[in-house]
């Protein structure tokens, strides 16, 4: 073979680190077996370089095919999402070692680790992922350099330097690209695993499920407001609203999952904000929601504008076609104050809003008609029935589980709950006696972080209150939990548990330590801007920013702005070499004996090659002899400054040069 067609030992050794650094990202959903697979295909091909063990045979990698296949096929079954996807392009690459026989096949298996590399984005999108992918990038890069080294070359560094400049020389390039390119929508598509389990509230609601949810820190969603925040009281993020209730648990109803019933038309939207009633002035925010997994989005009640790719549902809830399977920004307008359907509520509207279980929590009910008939308005039954949580109720944690007739139970025997058991007996009194309400989820408070002046909602915020519907004034909120601890509403949910309570949360690490507190911040807020600059620089973004620096996003505009970048690159690249280029002097005097040269060769009697500066002064004295004592003083001064370390003579020596002058003069013709 060819030296020029086969494989360096320094090519093959930066392939095998280049292949476990890509590999390694995958570690967290690719099966434990691949990597036990990758090891043993890296030793073979390793041996095989070494001349200890040959190629394998067809047979050999037909069964190392089907071991591999099989494997998949039990990893991942039958389905074909994008995790299986991936594994399959995990295990071509790992096998592609075992067929190393030239150096086209090794930079086949680089480009191959190109494309692979890129799939870890699919996975991890943080700014950690960003420069993990450009240390991928070098690696296989290195890995292209060394390949086109000698065999007699056996340097390992050399390649990683190289590699680094010429990515550094592609970085201004390659940022230009990402701000001008046009974005579009992905040119194919890999189906989703939606199987794969995400933190966040579901559709349904049972006892025990937000008190379950709120043990969680997993960051739900970070919100930044166009001005001021509202206050703590307003900042109920509402994501679901649920009518039915079969005794145990609280659900939409089927109009409420109907996406049909959404309503995205301009003129059905302005139909539907014309049953909001806004008091005071809006407040604008962006909303970059972490992936659910789910259709439904929050915003604070009641929206009036928001992001053209979502549809508002009857009950103000926000929701998209599709679900939200990676991190997604949107802007929304809402009026915190606000009146909602005042106007009254359609006969099916009213049927859904009173719906019960027949034969459920029977003591509920009789105590309900009865408070109804003594009470003189439903204001005074709600305000009596608050009085009773404020009473005799405490918010907790770990509430006593509950039987047939849980809301029987709640209210009149074990009298301890937490958000879900207050909102569910209270919506559910209220319909009892023969009041419109029901159950609304989603999340309350935030925690601002200073740094970058934005908001963070945990799964540890989630909450669930109540929505009533009162003759004249429309849907009103109320939220029971507020009345048995208050400093739920205003402080968060930290301080309105007991100490034992307070255990069962999860705290982020170093909790209790402020400095690691200010690093987490930090780190948040880096991982914030990295999102939101960066991954959701989206189409409406572009437009913004090539309409403020280039006028707007005309496809000329954008070519001249390519152009022109590269251009520019070019040129700075040039200057540089240009400026590598120049003399170096190891002694400050060399630079003043350049200038005289210099000087010399314009009068027309350029200083030979190694000739002293005394020998030089005699020969031009002898065609112009006032040239001999100026020329033996700059002499005298340049060994001064050079071999006498005088380096006051340098100001006289670089006078001397500067005062030089001489006539153009004919060379002298060499003794024949």
């Known amino acids: 073979m060819a030296e020029r067609e086969q494989i360096t030992r320094t090519s093959l050794a930066w392939l095998l680190v280049a292949q476990a650094v890509i590999l ?20 073979w091909r390793w041996q095989i370089f070494r001349g200890a063990w040959s190629f394998p045979s067809l047979w050999v990698r037909l069964g190392l095919m089907a071991g591999f296949g099989g494997g998949l096929v039990m990893s991942y079954g039958a389905r074909f999402d994008m995790t299986a996807m991936v594994g399959l392009l995990l295990a071509g690459f790992i096998l592609k070692l075992l067929e ?34 450009v240390l991928s990038l070098l690696l296989l890069t290195a890995t292209l350099l060394a390949a086109h080294q000698s065999l007699g070359d056996v340097r390992f560094w050399p390649s990683m330097r190289q590699a680094g400049w010429l990515v550094l020389q592609a970085t201004p390039l390659m940022l230009v690209l990402f701000l001008v390119i046009p974005r579009t929508g992905a040119l194919w598509s890999v189906p989703q695993d939606r199987r794969a389990a995400t933190t966040g509230i579901s559709d349904s609601m049972s006892p025990g499920d937000i008190g379950e949810l709120a043990q969680s820190n997993a960051l739900a969603f970070r919100v930044t407001f166009d001005g001021v925040a509202p206050p703590p009281r307003d900042r109920y993020w509402r994501g679901l609203v649920f009518s039915h209730f079969d005794g145990r648990q609280w659900q939409p109803t089927d109009r409420q999952q109907a996406t049909h019933f959404l309503s995205r038309r301009e003129e059905d939207v302005q139909q539907w904000i014309k049953q909001v009633e806004p008091q005071g002035e809006p407040v604008a925010y962006e909303v970059m929601l972490e992936p659910t997994r789910q259709p439904w989005l929050y915003a604070l ?6 992001s053209d790719d979502i549809g508002v549902g009857q009950e103000m ?3 998209r076609d599709d679900p939200v399977m990676q991190r997604t920004a949107y802007r929304v307008q809402s009026h915190t104050r606000y009146g909602f359907q005042r106007s009254g509520l359609s006969e099916w509207e009213r049927r859904q809003e009173l719906q019960l279980p027949r034969d459920a929590n029977p003591e509920t ?15 005074e039954l709600i305000e009596r029935l608050m009085g009773l949580y404020r009473e005799r109720f405490r918010y907790t944690l770990r509430p006593q589980t509950l039987g047939q007739h849980s809301v029987d139970e709640f209210l009149w025997q074990t009298q301890e709950g937490f958000c879900e058991h207050f909102a569910s007996s209270f919506v559910f009194f209220l319909r009892a006696a023969g009041i419109p309400a029901r159950v609304v989820v989603g999340y309350l408070g935030a925690t601002h972080n200073p740094l970058e002046d934005y908001w963070t909602v945990r799964q540890r915020d989630a909450h669930a209150w109540a929505e009533v519907w009162l003759e004249g004034e429309g849907w009103v909120r109320f939220d029971p939990t507020g009345a048995v601890a208050p400093e739920r509403i205003e402080q968060g949910l930290d301080v309105s548990l007991s100490a034992t309570d307070g255990d069962m949360l999860q705290r982020p690490f170093g909790a209790d330590l402020s400095l690691v507190m200010q690093l987490q911040l930090r780190w948040d807020a880096l991982n914030y801007e990295w999102h939101r600059w960066v991954l959701g620089y989206d189409q409406g973004r572009q437009e913004a920013f090539l309409e403020d620096w280039l006028g707007g ?8 702005a390519v152009v022109l970048a590269g251009a520019s690159l070019v040129s700075v690249l040039l200057l540089w070499m240009f400026w590598r280029q120049r003399p170096h ?4 005097a060399d630079r003043q004996l350049a200038r005289l040269e210099r000087k010399l060769s314009r009068m027309g009697c350029p200083r030979q090659r190694g000739e002293p500066l005394t020998a030089l002064a005699r020969r031009l004295g002898r065609q112009q002899a006032e040239l001999e004592p100026a020329l033996i003083r700059i002499a005298d001064l340049y060994e001064r400054v050079s071999y006498g370390d005088n380096r006051a003579a340098l100001t006289d020596l670089a006078r001397a040069v500067t005062a030089f002058r001489g006539a153009r003069t004919t060379p002298e013709t060499p003794p024949a």
């Open 585 to 588: 002097y190891r002694y400050p």
């Open 24 to 43: 390694l990202p995958h570690s967290v959903h690719a099966p434990l077996w691949l990597w036990a697979g990758w090891l043993c295909v890296m030793a």
């Open 553 to 560: 996003a005309d496809l000329w505009r954008i070519a001249l």
């Open 100 to 133: 190393l026989r030239r150096r086209r096949d090794l930079l086949v298996t680089v480009y191959l680790g190109y494309f692979v590399s890129a799939t870890q984005f699919l996975f991890h999108s943080g700014p950690l992922a960003g420069v993990y992918g």
């Open 301 to 306: 009640a009641a929206p009036v504008r928001w």
């Open 317 to 319: 809830r926000l929701q």
């Open 365 to 379: 009910r009789a105590t309900a008609r009865q408070w109804a008939r003594e009470a003189s308005s439903p204001s």
